[in-house]
């Protein structure tokens, strides 16, 4: 039997327990290559954002820390990911490469390329799931199509086995030969002058472990309440899993496994369980909205969206960007987003649809904002909710559906923490109109210190007229399809 190495190329999947591509390689007994290569090239348009790259920093040190723990190295290479690893063969000697899948449509295609050009060399290339509780290939309706219908693909994905998580290696035997690694501090993903990042430091834990915290916290402290907590904005009630679900610090199996186990030692958390699950539902049915159409990310899934007349309003995107368009929920919202890395996901669907909507401005333009500065900026899932919200996606919230964010942040932040928090130069004002400012009487703008037009923007657009527009420009490419 041969000894050569196996290379475990880790990607998405930066942990040890669970992962089904470190436990096959663990289990031939062979010396183990643990490697990370860092591509800027293959993705193209969608090379990592500003916060991402910060995430993958800290997640690196961390796995880089547990691989050491357990014996191993964490080999990190950067450049084209093809010729890295063909490099990397050559120079230790592996007749195999392990890899869990990612589901982006340009890794799909370079997977593809290197499997048959490692194959042809002899060298042996095996593939796992360790993102999904289903591959998307998996839950297909009666006729054997993908499912466009969230509903029934959910309920179909709950009918398949589901698996157990895997433990991680004790051991991680490596190979003799030293190999070269990149420092982590050459690759620059730290942001420097200014160092925006310096409060996500104290804001999140990136790593196995604090994911795995994340989730004992979530199980022990939120996951009763959830269904009712979770549209509220001022409430930490949600479980902060999804930058820690999209690079693979946890998988859904492992979530899955301990709500389940949590609802069945306590069946009162049933209902908030289920509520949970159909969450990481949306999030597998994400995926398999981009496997089956790989154009998600860039194009309307309904063409007739192609018509939309989008405005070409660098103010008023800007305005939203840096949260100054007079609407103090989308304000909060957005410089929550700045401060954090993340956004609850009420306010995402608020902002999205005051952009695309209110100021009618392509949900490309919002797509690449949240790009570049989500910690849990994934493709499949921003690409599907984006077009969910603009009401040109599968299975999609109607075009007419406008949120009014006055009217949501009367009803899921009532008593105005969320904008409080965020809105530091509103939170004087009474709960009676902190959601709309310029309702109130001078006199409470003058004693809460507030001066509109001055101290905190008058809004960029009018809530009526601006639904007035988007829902006229939505008749007119209705009509034409
Ligand atoms: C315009 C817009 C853009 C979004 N972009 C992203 C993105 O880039 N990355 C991302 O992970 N989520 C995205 N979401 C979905 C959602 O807002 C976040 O997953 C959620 O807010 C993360 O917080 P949480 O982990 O506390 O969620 P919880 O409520 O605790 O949910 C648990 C998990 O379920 C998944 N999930 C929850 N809601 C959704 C959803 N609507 N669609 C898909 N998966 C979901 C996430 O993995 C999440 O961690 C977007 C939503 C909108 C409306």
Not at 39 to 62: C, F, I, K, Q, Y
Not at 160 to 171: H, I, Q, V
Not at 331 to 348: I, K, P, Q, V
């Amino acid at each position: 039997m041969s000894d050569a190495p196996v290379i475990v190329w880790l990607r998405q999947d930066l942990r040890l327990a669970d992962n089904p591509a470190l436990h096959a390689a663990a289990q031939t007994g062979r010396p183990l290559v643990l490697a990370y290569i860092l591509d800027d090239v293959t993705p193209g348009r969608w090379r990592l954002g500003g916060a991402s790259r910060w995430w993958l920093h800290r997640s690196l040190e961390a796995l880089a820390s547990a691989i050491a723990k357990r014996g191993g190295v964490l080999v990190l290479r950067r450049g084209d990911a093809h010729s890295e690893l063909r490099t990397l063969i050559g120079e230790c000697g592996a007749s195999a490469v392990f890899w869990n899948r990612c589901y982006e449509p340009y890794i799909i295609e370079r997977d593809k390329r290197l499997v048959e050009d490692l194959e042809r060399s002899g060298v042996e290339t095996r593939r796992f799931n360790g993102a999904l509780l289903n591959e998307p290939w998996e839950a297909k309706t009666k006729l054997g199509e993908p499912f466009k219908v969230f509903t029934p693909y959910w309920r179909a994905a709950q009918q398949r086995p589901a698996r157990t998580p895997l433990p991680a290696p004790k051991r991680l035997k490596g190979c003799d030969t030293p190999l070269r690694s990149d420092p982590l501090g050459e690759w620059n993903l730290l942001p420097r002058r200014p160092n925006w990042a310096a409060p996500f430091e104290t804001e999140w834990k990136p790593g196995e472990a604090g994911a795995l915290e994340a989730l004992q916290r979530f199980v022990s402290e939120r996951l009763q309440g959830y269904a009712e907590g979770r549209d509220r904005m001022g409430l930490a009630a949600t479980s902060r899993l999804s930058p820690h679900l999209h690079w693979g610090e946890i998988s859904p199996v492992q979530v899955r496994a301990a709500i389940e186990s949590a609802a069945h030692a306590k069946p009162a958390l049933q209902r908030c369980a289920d509520k949970f699950l159909s969450e990481i539902g949306w999030r597998e049915f994400s995926y398999n909205l981009l496997y089956h159409c790989p154009t998600l990310p860039e194009r309307n899934w309904r063409s007739q969206f192609d018509a939309m007349p989008w405005a070409d309003d660098e103010p008023a995107l800007e305005a939203w960007q840096r949260g100054r368009t007079g609407y103090p929920l989308v304000d909060a919202a957005m410089r929550e987003l700045w401060n954090t890395g993340t956004m609850h996901n009420r306010a995402r669907m608020v902002v999205a649809s005051f952009l695309v909507k209110h100021l009618m401005i392509d949900w490309r333009r919002g797509e690449d904002w949240f790009w570049d500065t989500l910690v849990d900026a994934d493709l499949a899932n921003n690409a599907a909710s984006w077009q969910w919200v603009a009401g040109s996606g599968a299975d999609a919230s109607p075009y007419f559906r406008i949120f009014n964010p006055v009217a949501q942040g009367e009803r899921y932040d009532p008593d105005g923490v969320y904008v409080r928090r965020w809105v530091p130069e509103l939170a004087r004002l009474p709960n009676s109109v902190i959601h709309q400012p310029w309702q109130a009487e001078r006199q409470i703008l003058t004693a809460a210190g507030v001066e509109l037009g001055r101290t905190y923007p008058l809004p960029i657009v009018e809530h009526a007229a601006a639904r007035a527009r988007a829902l006229a420009a939505y008749a007119r490419i209705s009509s034409a399809a």
